[in-house]
């Protein structure tokens, strides 16, 4: 059964920094590509980035770019999404997920990130 | 990449079919077959219902329906279910080589 758990979630500062984690079971992570989406409080879904199997590509929205940045370690299963610069519109649940060739197959379920003073 | 247009709220009664329309452009939902349908009810993780336009998953009702024309995808239910009632949210691939969302649809089982 495939899984994805997210961590790292919690209250910061605007211009903070904060790390998510996502652990990943029940397939080979490492053939896959991997996704971070985000959804403010009462609003829709938004794709922030995507990182290749082998990390060596990256992508983000255009709201993310210089501030944000997607890795991974294949050899612990687990995505990441190093967040810093904070501003009150980064607060969101993030999702990882996973990308099953142009579209998201398996969900976590999401970890809350607050920037609020 | 601007977010695909979705409206707001559709709304259909136990049994009915309903349409929910996803409007792009020639950059992602008219240049490429990989439009994506995802549902997702209050509190949980988005769930895919429709895949590369028209697939669906295993285990996901035929109810569930998918296609597109041109710029614009549609997904449709039929026989509408009070399960049904969720958020609906669509997906493309763009020229950019990144995912876009459209802007999601509360429907409405009356």
């Known amino acids: 059964e495939v899984q994805l758990v997210e961590s790292g979630g919690v209250v910061v500062q605007p211009g903070g920094s904060l790390r998510l984690s996502c652990a990943a079971s029940g397939f080979t992570f490492d053939d896959y590509a991997m996704h971070w989406v985000r959804q403010a409080p009462g609003k829709g879904l938004e794709w922030v980035s995507l990182i290749s199997w082998d990390g060596g590509s990256t992508y983000y929205a255009d709201s993310v770019k210089g501030r944000f940045t997607i890795s991974r370690d294949n050899s612990k299963n687990s995505l990441y999404l190093q967040m810093n610069s904070l501003r009150a519109e980064d607060t969101a649940l993030y999702y990882c997920a996973k990308d099953a060739g142009n579209y998201f197959d398996y969900w976590g379920q999401g970890t809350l990130v607050t920037v609020s003073s | 990449q601007s977010a695909l247009t979705q409206p707001a709220s559709v709304s259909g009664s136990p049994g009915q079919s309903i349409t929910i329309s996803c409007t792009g452009t020639?950059?992602?939902?008219?240049?490429?077959?990989?439009v994506s349908w995802y549902q997702q009810h209050p509190g949980k993780a988005p769930k895919l219902m429709i895949y590369d336009v028209s697939n669906r998953p295993s285990g996901v009702s035929n109810r569930f329906s998918g296609s597109k024309s041109g710029n614009t995808a549609s997904l449709t239910i039929s026989g509408l279910q009070a399960e049904d009632e969720a958020d609906y949210y669509c997906s493309s691939y763009t020229s950019s080589s990144t995912p876009v969302f459209g802007g999601g649809t509360k429907l409405t089982v009356l």
């Open positions: 020639s950059s992602d939902v008219g240049g490429y077959n990989y």
